[in-house]
């Protein structure tokens, strides 16, 4: 085994301990050679007044949305990414929902450690900002003017039923408090507790949201994180909601809607809904392609997805095959059976048998070459 040991970044801005007034703040870096673009992290911690408890890294957009930079810099707005959802999490039985799902990130007065990372073309880590040994109180951070308030300091302590009447009442006195939208709009729409969704509120309240701010973003990155039953079971609300964004839709509403089709088994609609998603590519619209024969897209999607067993070069060369030399019938109706079962979604338990059925009917190489980077990617290959 080889092993190369890089420098870390020297991050120029933000300082550690930095403290910034009202939304914005920038993060500036040093050029690493070879890095194709770089990421910007924040640190959050599930007890972020002492940096204790369970703690995750995740990467932030900036003020255009992006969350890969190829300069060594880049302008954010904490307003902006709260609207999105980060770092959400549920814990114990009852799988209680985390503060951070319904707060966002950056609250007054509480420090989060920035990091960032370098990579190359392929999306492998250079290196990054962060030693592997270091206190987070050395590293460069930033803490956001303002105090907690009463109505957060309630979801910082998990005590949601009170955050709702909160809440509640604030909006019966001011039908318009951004602020009372937002986190009841994820409250109910995330389900504070299991069994406790209420997709209808969180729906109208979202709704209210993004007509008082102009931004969908917020409500449709609750309802994109329902899974496939729920979508089932909420078509007629989630048709309604998109109407009624009035044509104001953010990527979590493309996602939703391709999501939505899917549901509804309309999978040309799915595929021009997730060609609308600017931001990345799903990876329901690499499978997508692939059923409608459009093989030369596929490959250029591939190029683009998140680093995984899909994005080799030789799946690349394999898909880039099945358009200079179709597969035959047999072997197309059985590969696009497995694509829109793959679409409709596959119990881990049930994916393993799929994959050596699909297999045994199935002669051109190419395909299976597909067919086993899918089984790899979905661990379909592990027993949980």
């Not at 949305?65 to 880049?74: D, L, P, R, V, Y």
């Not at 809440?167 to 995330?190: C, F, H």
Request: net charge negative.
């Amino acid at each position: 085994m080889n092993f190369v040991f890089n420098d870390t970044i020297n991050v120029f801005s933000p300082k550690p301990g930095e403290k910034i007034s009202g939304n914005e703040f920038g993060v500036s870096w040093e050029e690493v050679e070879g890095a194709a673009y770089y990421t910007v992290q924040v640190v959050i911690f599930s007890n972020p007044h002492e940096y204790d408890g369970n703690s995750i890294t995740t990467p932030i957009s900036d003020k255009k949305g992006a969350t890969k930079f190829t300069e060594n810099h880049a302008e954010f707005d904490i307003s902006r990414m709260n609207e999105k959802l980060t770092g959400m999490s549920y814990a114990g039985e009852e799988e209680i929902l985390g503060y951070e799902g319904v707060l966002g990130i950056f609250l007054p007065g509480i420090e989060y450690p920035i990091t960032v990372k370098a990579c190359d073309e392929d999306g492998k880590a250079i290196t990054g900002s962060l030693p592997m040994l270091t206190y987070y109180k050395l590293v460069p951070s930033i803490t956001a003017e303002g105090s907690i308030k009463e109505g957060q300091a309630l979801i910082l302590s998990s005590n949601y039923p009170e955050a709702i009447k909160y809440y509640e009442d604030i909006l019966i006195k001011e039908p318009g408090n951004t602020d009372a939208l937002k986190y009841l709009t994820r409250i109910y729409g995330l389900g504070w507790k299991k069994g406790e969704k209420n997709i209808e509120r969180a729906t109208e309240l979202g709704l209210k949201y993004a007509e008082i701010t102009g931004s969908t973003q917020l409500l449709f990155s609750v309802l994109d994180t329902m899974d496939k039953g729920e979508i089932k079971e909420n078509k007629e609300l989630i048709y309604s909601a998109i109407k009624g964004a009035d044509g104001r839709l953010s990527a979590e509403a493309y996602r939703l809607l391709g999501r939505y089709y899917i549901a509804d088994e309309n999978w040309q609609g799915a595929r021009d809904a997730f060609m609308r998603i600017d931001e990345y590519v799903p990876y329901e619209l690499f499978y997508l392609n692939l059923y409608f024969g459009d093989y030369a897209e596929a490959a250029d999607n591939l190029k683009n997805l998140y680093i995984s067993q899909l994005t080799t070069n030789k799946m690349i060369e394999s898909v880039r095959a099945l358009g200079d030399n179709p597969p035959d019938a047999s072997d197309r109706d059985a590969f696009s059976s497995f694509l829109l079962k793959l679409l409709k979604g596959v119990e881990h338990s049930d994916g393993e048998a799929l994959y050596n059925q699909t297999v045994s009917q199935i002669g051109n190489q190419n395909i299976k070459e597909i067919l086993y980077g899918i089984y790899l990617e979905r661990n379909w290959n592990l027993t949980y």
